[in-house]
């Protein structure tokens, strides 16, 4: 007998689930979860947080609505009953192309703790209709597309709230759409995004070219459009303005709506900004709260109460700075307001450094978001104390009270539940499933660690993981990879901090070694998925350093037995939820003290991979709780590195005229075999980026990382017993890294919401 949402499944598609085609079961699943998400909507007493960020990464939508909703399984089931596959109609699902990276995985995370917490709390942002870009990875090199993704229907709904938005003297009208939020077991928030109805995305010619001066027509076309030129930098601008200024204009009116007189904005609302992409919220608050009479001291202090900004970076240059003169064009409004802060925060200190508007007329979004804001948090415990002891201690000094940590999590929901769920139904079957919503429950498998049966069959769960990433990936790319080799995966953004170039050289001086005749103990498959803005060239020249070195191993005999490189071609949330499952070793070999945090190093964790890292972002803080026989670590010190980049002595020529495995595989990049299976331009532009800069430090950390490679790939081989014991506990130790936990802390010492 049908149930009562197998009921209305049915009567939705209009026809029984098994005559039912799956483009009808996949729409009618779509209206079922939206019914059932409105259903859980509660109304707010107290003060609501609006999260606002360029990004957010939500990733497919269908069985993560599900899951928190509680109807997975029995769909699940009734779908199979009448012959039907949920996996099949999952992938009728566009990926939203709302955000690129860990900053926008992150943002999703959190909605969903929101949530999850019963917290009041909405998202804001921009309702991109196309992605970063869609990766081809043909011919060896990164060619990037248009990743177009929306649709007649959706997940984010159509409405006719429109709020105008002058830019550069024109009007514009940011039209609402709003995207259902569901928490696992709990409330349904809401993720708000703007558009602009007049968006023509057939004015985007080869590759990712469009005309960045037609703002009315690709205002919101791409996230993050290439910022190369100052047409790419000023749309930047008209973005985010867009963003905040719509999202300001959102936030006052649902304030006044339950009783908010302007002057008491910070009792309703809590607006957290998320890096400095939102900044400008700051001085629009000010300027539309003049509007409503609220002078400009008092607004000053309403905004300071209200907002809360969060660094997530410790490089400078990611550290956004306007020229005056690009801001007085696009918005004029604003610059009387930034220039009145300026001369505010100028009576608060004598250091030049902490000016908003340098001699240099460049605007610093982070100095106006410390200056006027209640809370500065970064996201790791390494990366607070950094910001504080060195790229931000100037503002330590003047507002020591500001400063706070929040370690960034991860939601178990997706991130196990979904992606793993044999794993998860192990784990439910050992300990219970009280780890869904406290994840802290985790720690109960501790009994669990010298139990064989029970490391036996996280093992095998670990195979079978591995074997449909295999199944995966030559279904996706033709790919054939062996399942039984050792998977060390490194998927982030591609950037020379993180240091996919470590990776790369290590990979030669493997081959070399196996052509010396030195044989390692294990297969080893080395996985990676990544992008490169399209003007970062050294980044991209890193992508066909790696292609082509895959292809030198394939062509060889010998070498091919024991390694293997797969490039994940269009790295996304759907490749990742395959990837991250199958991982043995998880590469987060960033230079230390440049990671923030990271999450990725969490969600391999939570999935059994062990890490192989530096004390770098939240690495620090995984070792701390699993131990160092449990974490293979290496490399340099974040204190040595910042003493180096201080004196400004490396130079890595040195490096490189002196250590014989340094230069070997350096100058493999540009030998015959690299060059007949790619560019030599490419190849020699990579080696001469290396040897005459190497900013990142790859060299100092080389052969530390070959040791330690080495090592894990050692124990990996002689005894899976320790390695799966190794695996158990880090998942064990995987609870503090959940996104419930950040979102408590935030909501305890900087929101109090509710």
Known sequence: MNTPVEARLTQLCGKSLREASNGELYQALLKLTQECSEKKVAPVKGRKLYYISAEFLIGKLLSNNLINLGLYDEIRGALSAAGKDLAELEELENEPSLGNGGLGRLAACFLDSLATLDLPGDGIGLRYHCGLFRQDLKDGFQKEHPDMWLTDTGWAQRTDTVYPVVLAGKTYNARLYRLAVTGYNGRTNTLNLFDLDTIDESIIGQGIDFDKTDIEKNLTLFLYPDDSDRAGKLLRVYQQYLMVSAGAQLILAECVARGCKYDD??????????????????????RLLGEHGVDFDKAVEIVTETCAYTNHTIL???????PRGDLALIVPQLMPIIEKLDRLARTRTQDSSTYIIDDAGLVHMASMDIHFTHSTNGVAALHTQILKDSELS????????????KTNGITFRRWLLECNPALASQIESLIGGGFKKDARELGKLMDYVDNDAVLAKFSSIKRDNKRALADWLYLKQGVRINPDAMFSIQSKRLHEYKRQQLNLLFLIHQYLEIKSGHLPSVPLVSIFGAKAAPAYTTAKDIIHALIALSKVIAADAQASKWMQIVFVENYNVTAAEKVIPACDLSEQISLASKEASGTGNMKFMLNGAVTLGTMDGANVEIAERVGEKNIYIFGQSSGQVIASYARGTYRARDWYDSDFNIRRAVDFLTGEEMRSAGSGESL??????????????????????????TQAMQDYAADPVHWARMSLINVAKAGFFSSDRTIEEYNRDIWHLG
């Open 684 to 709: 020699g532009r990579l080696r001469a980026q290396l040897i005459d800069s190497d900013w990142f430090q790859t060299f100092p950390d080389f052969n530390a990382y070959v040791v330690r490679k």
């Open 265 to 286: 904005l910070a009792k309703y609302a809590a607006i957290q900004i998320n890096d400095t992409h939102p900044s400008m919220v700051i001085p629009e608050l000010i």
């Open 316 to 322: 400078a240059e990611a550290l956004e700075k306007w």
């Open 394 to 405: 100037n503002f330590y000094r003047l507002y020591p009270e500001k400063f706070n940590n």
